[in-house]
């Protein structure tokens, strides 16, 4: 054991030399996208490459180590030495994940503790756990193809026909998809995103004890399915350890400051992502809300919007009125209709009621931890009105890039930064040159987020985006469905915080809401609409008791 | 004696072309053995499947009594491998490479490492990407020496190599094959130093073993014939157990591959009227002679 554990070192050691310069340079790499990420919008290319080349650098090096000695063919020097090739792969594996990702992932985090964000200590270990993660995943290509890659070249060649092939693999079976949420989803993603790397390794195991590649293939697929299976009842809330537990069931319905609330019913939801298990929604009323604010939940969809570490939990609001939202919210119509607002205003002040939910990106976790809700209470105000000719323009903090498809689609891409300042633009208005108007349509409707989870007193920096990747492609292709117009207004908001409070969320008996501060005639209309509501609610179990 | 290599019926096929075929081969303890043959004739194929670096198609080999596809550790320990084609760590030098090689072997001979270094002349200072090829063949000979193998497998040792890096390099085999019985199978399409190396000599044509036998047993049955007789011969003239027949007027040349005391008298009964010399082939000419005779055999059967 000894003498495995001293050949062991000796093989660290001679990996380590062969990629510390490779690895310092992708710390450095991580570092200076810490740096740039204050640069002027104007330099969002270079912003980018260094990001880009941040979150590749690791990756690359661990192919090029796993290339150092590589496993397949017969030219490698070590081959036809006495090195044990299970301690050859552990000295792969200890170099790659301790001295390239493992600082690198650090790196990645310690610098918020610099960014004035007041975070929690739980805050950072969120950013651990979902830069973790994302990395993971990343790692988890780099694997099952660096070890059959023989070198850079081939590696890309390689991960992007491996990529090409899962992605085209998902479509066949949609429930494996590359994980949205790594953090907060108890679902098959949060599995895979954990299990992958895995699945990777066991692949690897394989390829290393016998050198062949077909028990390796099969290894991967084999170890696969089981994963899929593992992955389906996968019910582990990677973060949950980490979250702030209940504060118990107390569950008093009704809060009084700042503002008056009182959780009115809770149901299910219908949503196109499922993800295991039911998405719930609260419908809360508030009253004595002064016009022009707005309340925020703050702890609805955690998520962590940005990469490479610059990943804060972010939260966002979501209201019923959102017939047509981008997740995909089943709303009784009923109730929506009677309630007679606007379509997707996700943005403007809320008169009264407030669905919260937990749906398919996110935390259904909200109900499953029994977390508090809470929400900020912020003043929203028009800052800018802009005529938009076209699909390019550019946000303080941020970019909107727009890219025309077929059949008159637009698929609006964005990229995002943090702001250090509580607001996602200054107070001013931006000025006119900040627009960029070329040929060419795209509705868009921003969407300011606050960033900051769970938190009620927090300082805000903020984020023009509000979805990952892959779902912001698809509401994005959703909005811009129809015709496009040849401009169209938009609306630029400032928000400000006034205060926060919570609610618990705890299941609550539907009762009959109090009056609300609305016309007699659109009171009557909702109430009936609610009583209706009700009715249907109630119906199935009436029906299953008789 | 135990035999250090032993393979039977080893084949390896590449889709259709069966690169080695149903070979049977077996090296005692303490023989140089040199494996002749020419360009893609199978030599290095067989070194792979050897050293365990291919997987048979059919067959089986053992090097040290130990299957080759489950060489290990402690096996490669005991082995020593020099290939043409492999990849040393380029980026460190040859002073690093032999730290970093040095603890894997126990029974490392740090002063016959220095003595090596100093007769083979590497410069041990310089990184590998910038040595020559032949500084990076002494290089790997060194790491394949020092450690005192029982068995040295050199695929191709000599080729490429300058005729100063050669002798070296051919020094360095020499003074180790000469002083310890260690065994040695090498490759190599070029004859001119297995005379000086070899105790057994095979060579492979198209992957088939044709001749498998000790150097000198090899040298004393074949033999250069040179007949002129009175009177031209007749077309179509043919010699048992000979290659390269020509016949030109009345001069009749062969080179005989049974050649004994016996065939001798029989060959100068013969001939007793012409006149008839018999002359020694040096092994290069015996390997010239057997590549053409295996050519024309080819093509007679394609």
């Keep these: 054991m000894r003498e495995r554990w001293g050949m062991l070192r000796h093989l660290m050691a001679k990996d380590w030399r062969y990629v510390r310069a490779w690895a310092m340079t992708s710390w450095a790499l991580v570092a200076a996208a810490w740096a740039v990420i204050d640069l002027d919008p104007d330099l969002w290319f270079l912003t980018a490459l260094v990001h880009v080349l941040a979150l590749l650098a690791p990756f690359l090096v661990f192919g090029r180590l796993l290339q150092l000695d590589p496993v397949l063919g017969d030219t490698s020097f070590w081959l036809t030495r006495p090195i044990d090739r299970r301690l050859q792969l552990a000295s792969k594996m200890a170099v790659g994940f301790g001295a390239v990702l493992g600082p690198c992932l650090l790196l990645s985090v310690l610098p918020l503790a610099f960014r004035g964000l007041d975070l929690a200590p739980r805050d950072y270990a969120l950013a651990v756990g979902s830069m973790m993660v994302r990395y993971l995943f990343i790692a988890w290509v780099m694997l099952v193809v660096g070890g059959v890659a023989r070198s850079l070249a081939e590696t890309f060649l390689l991960a992007t026909a491996f990529v090409g092939m899962i992605v085209l693999g998902t479509k066949v079976y949609e429930r494996v998809w590359i994980p949205a949420d790594f953090v907060h989803e108890p679902s098959l993603r949060v599995g895979l995103a954990v299990l992958l790397p895995l699945q990777a390794l066991v692949s690897l195991y394989v390829l290393y004890r016998w050198r062949r590649l077909a028990p390796a293939a099969a290894a991967f697929v084999l170890a696969g399915m089981a994963i899929i299976a593992v992955g389906r009842e996968w019910r582990w809330n990677l973060m949950a350890p980490l979250m702030a537990k209940t504060l118990g069931k107390s569950a008093g319905t009704r809060i009084d400051w700042p503002i008056r609330a009182q959780i009115l019913a809770e149901h299910g939801l219908r949503s196109s992502e499922e993800v295991g298990g039911s998405g719930r929604a609260l419908l809360v009323r508030f009253e004595g809300i002064p016009d022009g604010v707005s309340l925020v939940h703050t702890a609805y969809e955690t998520t962590a919007t940005l990469w490479n570490g610059r990943q804060v939990p972010s939260v966002q609001q979501t209201d019923w009125r959102m017939e047509d939202d981008p997740e995909r919210h089943w709303i009784p119509s009923p109730i929506e209709a009677g309630l007679g607002c606007p379509r997707r205003s996700s943005t403007s002040a809320i008169e009264h009621d407030v669905q919260v939910s937990g749906n398919g990106l996110g935390p259904e976790s909200l109900a499953r931890l029994e977390g508090r809700l809470r929400f900020l209470v912020v003043r929203t105000s028009v800052s800018q009105r802009a005529r938009v000719f076209g699909g390019s323009l550019r946000f303080p903090g941020g970019r909107i890039v727009a890219r025309h498809g077929r059949d008159g689609e637009a698929v609006v891409l964005r990229e995002e930064r943090l702001a250090p300042s509580p607001f996602p633009w200054p107070h001013q208005p931006p000025s006119p040159q900040l627009f960029d108007p070329v040929s060419g349509d795209c509705l868009v409707l921003e969407m300011p987020a606050v960033h900051r989870g769970g938190g009620t007193d927090l300082p805000l920096a903020a984020t023009e985006s509000r979805y990952p990747d892959w779902s912001r492609r698809r509401v994005f292709r959703e909005m811009a469905r129809g015709p496009i117009p040849e401009s169209t207004e938009m609306v630029f908001l400032e928000r400000e915080v006034l205060g926060a409070f919570e609610l618990p969320f705890t299941y609550v008996e539907p009762t009959r809401p109090p009056e609300a501060a609305v016309s007699p005639a659109k009171q009557r209309a909702r109430d009936a609409l609610w009583e209706k509501w009700l009715d249907a609610q109630a119906a199935p179990e009436t029906s299953a008791a008789k | ?302």
Excluded at chain 2, 220 to 234: E, G, S, T, Y
């Design chain 2, 1 to 302: 004696m135990e035999n250090v290599i032993e393979t039977h019926g080893l084949t390896r096929r590449f889709r259709s072309l069966e690169a080695v075929h149903d070979l049977d081969l077996t090296l005692g303890a303490g023989k140089v053995f040199a494996f002749l043959g020419r360009n893609g004739a199978g030599k290095t194929t067989t070194i792979k499947l050897l050293a365990g670096l291919l997987a048979p198609s059919d067959g089986e080999s053992r090097l040290l009594g130990t299957p080759s596809s489950e060489l290990g550790p402690s096996d490669w320990q005991r082995i020593g491998y020099v290939s043409e084609n492999q990849r040393l760590y380029e980026w460190m030098t040859g002073r690093e490479l032999l730290a970093f090689a040095r603890p894997l072997y126990p029974t490392w001979d740090r002063a016959f490492e220095d003595d090596l270094v100093r007769k083979l002349v590497i410069p041990v200072d310089r990184r590998l990407a910038q040595c020559s090829r032949g500084e990076k063949m002494k290089l790997a000979l060194l790491l394949a020496l020092a450690f005192r193998p029982k068995l040295l497998i050199l695929d191709e040792p000599f080729s490429g190599l300058d005729p100063l890096s050669r002798e070296e390099l051919l020094a360095g085999v020499l003074e180790v094959t000469s002083q310890e019985a260690w065994s040695v199978f090498f490759s190599t399409h070029d004859v001119d130093e297995v005379e000086r190396l070899a105790d057994d000599v095979g060579v492979i044509e198209s992957g088939r073993l044709e001749l498998h036998e000790p150097l000198e047993a090899l040298q004393a049955r074949f033999r250069r014939v040179h007949v002129v007789l009175p009177a031209p011969l007749p077309a179509g003239v043919s010699e048992p157990g000979a290659i390269e027949v020509a016949a030109e007027g009345n001069v009749l040349r062969f080179v005989h591959t049974r050649f004994s005391v016996e065939v001798e008298a029989e060959l100068r009964r013969r001939f007793a009227a012409g006149q008839i010399e018999i002359g020694t082939l040096s092994l290069r000419e015996i390997f010239l002679a057997l590549a053409r005779a295996f050519q024309q055999r080819s093509l007679a059967h394609a």
